[in-house]
């Protein structure tokens, strides 16, 4: 079991600071608040830009990326990794290697996050870690011969780095034309800039340290995944993650009409403007199969 804080220091699952100072002062900053205050606007355009790359990391990292279960053109793909990175959850190809891995042995040896190596671990420093920081290219080949996803890999600061001026940028602007909205360029790049990244960055974790224990098991996997409703919620669908550890490839993690799935509703609307296709379904004889009896 990795060890929170390693006797030794240069540990490959010891805490490499400096590298992992930005993420660090992201949640420093959210402090900021208190200086800032609050508006009306901040706040929708926090949870604005929390929803729109929520979706990205849902639909694009991990249903595209990771998984590959619906097709789009290399432009789009551009479009949807620039989206995701802008979530500071680094580049798409660092985010598919090592989400491939997790499914080959998840939960067992070589799984970088599982919860039992404790709630820490397996919600952030496992990605904070010396060992988890390269990007392992043998995993994701398919990904490897775009260079532009290469690219942003190798400058994966850049484009967080845009977004967080330009939400500056923003509050600026709405102060300049529209002064009655009541907000600055500190207090925007305060809420839709950090309180926002931070938020995302913490909701897309609890799949990996909480979904693995917590709620309902449909499926007899080889894992711990557990279907979530609320985590569902949170991350727009990703909580139904028994039934995506069951049959990872399908673009549709909530199996039934009950369970919401926005990530794949706002994919049928790509779909249907021609921004995506092919949308891989859940065969109808995996929905039965490998059923957990009571």
């Known amino acids: 079991m990795p060890s929170l804080t390693p006797e030794n220091t ?20 959210c402090f900021a608040v208190f200086w800032v205050g609050i508006s009306p606007i901040a706040v929708t355009m926090a949870i604005l830009f929390y929803l729109i790359r929520m979706f990205a990391i849902t ?8 998984h590959r279960t619906f097709r789009m053109g290399r432009v789009m793909q551009f479009v949807a990794a620039v989206l ?13 290697a090592h989400h491939r891995q997790h499914h080959r042995c998840a939960d067992k040896d070589g799984d970088a996050h599982s919860p039992r190596d404790g709630f820490w671990w397996s919600h952030m420093v496992w990605f904070l870690s010396r060992r988890h920081f390269d990007t392992t290219a043998e995993r994701i080949p398919d990904l ?12 994966d600061w850049v484009v967080p780095s845009l977004f967080l001026a330009a939400t500056y940028f923003l509050g600026v602007a709405i102060n300049t034309w529209w002064p009655s909205f009541g907000t600055s360029g500190a207090q925007m ?3 839709a800039g950090l309180i926002s990244t931070v ?3 913490h909701a897309t974790l609890t799949i990996n340290s909480l979904a693995h224990r917590f709620g309902t098991r449909r499926y007899q996997t080889s894992d711990q995944s557990r279907n979530n409703f609320w985590l569902a919620l949170i991350t727009l ?11 990872p490839g399908s673009a549709r993690q909530g199996f039934f009409w009950w369970e919401i799935d926005i990530s794949f509703y706002g994919l049928k609307f790509l779909a249907a403007v021609g921004l995506v296709s092919d949308l891989k379904p859940v065969p109808s004889r995996m929905l039965g199969a490998r059923r957990v009896r009571a």
Do not use: C, K
Request: aromatic share 22%.
């Open 10 to 29: 240069n540990s490959p699952d010891a805490i490499d600071w400096w590298r992992v100072s930005p993420f660090v002062a992201l949640h420093i900053g």
């Open 59 to 66: 639909a694009f990292y991990h249903r595209y990326f990771s």
């Open 84 to 96: 995701g990175n802008s979530s500071g959850q680094r580049s798409p190809l660092w985010w598919a």
């Open 144 to 155: 490897m011969e775009y260079p532009e996803l290469r690219w942003l890999d190798r400058h």
């Open 189 to 191: 790049f305060v809420w």
């Open 199 to 201: 938020v995302l960055t």
């Open 237 to 247: 669908g990703e909580g139904w993650h028994n039934n995506h550890h069951h049959y």
